[in-house]
């Protein structure tokens, strides 16, 4: 299966400080985990909703996430966690922060708020021993098209 991410380039690709030091949608802080978009779409996408610009983002670079066949994934089932959607994360958090610390698979698709649940994300939970299993291509500056941003 494939993922994409895209990141601040001034840091590694897999830096996980960022959702370390500030939390995100699936976890509060204090966890290193990364998010990953399933296609390139949903990742730019998320970069916008969370960004709020009027112009695109500097430093932007984006890979291919390549995950193989033998990485256990989580499926978030939308019943499972009601509230997922929600301005306040904390349910999602609760969640997530219980799928981190049980450590029962490397990675958690969880459903994008941005798409009403229609696209997926991943948190890839770094600490996770079949993380090391994980590989991407070369990253490739993000190349934003400016009528996103109204010109």
Request: proline letters at 5%; zero cysteines.
């Amino acid at each position: 299966m494939y993922a994409y991410r895209i990141a601040d380039a001034r840091h590694p690709i897999f830096d996980p400080t960022g959702a370390m030091l500030h939390g995100g949608r699936w976890n509060s802080a204090g966890k290193r985990v990364i998010y990953a978009a399933e296609t390139y779409a949903g990742a730019l996408l998320e970069i916008l909703v969370h960004a709020n610009l009027n112009r695109p983002p500097k430093h932007q670079q984006s890979v291919r996430i390549f995950i193989p066949d033998a990485i256990v994934i989580e499926d978030v089932v939308l019943d499972q966690v009601h509230g997922w959607d929600k301005e306040d994360a904390s349910v999602s958090q609760q969640f997530g922060d219980a799928w981190y610390e049980s450590k029962r698979s490397a990675i958690l698709r969880v459903p994008s708020v941005a798409t009403q649940g229609r696209e997926k994300n991943l948190v890839i939970n770094t600490e996770h021993k079949q993380f090391r299993l994980i590989t991407a291509d070369r990253p490739e500056a993000v190349l934003w098209d400016t009528r996103l941003f109204g010109r």
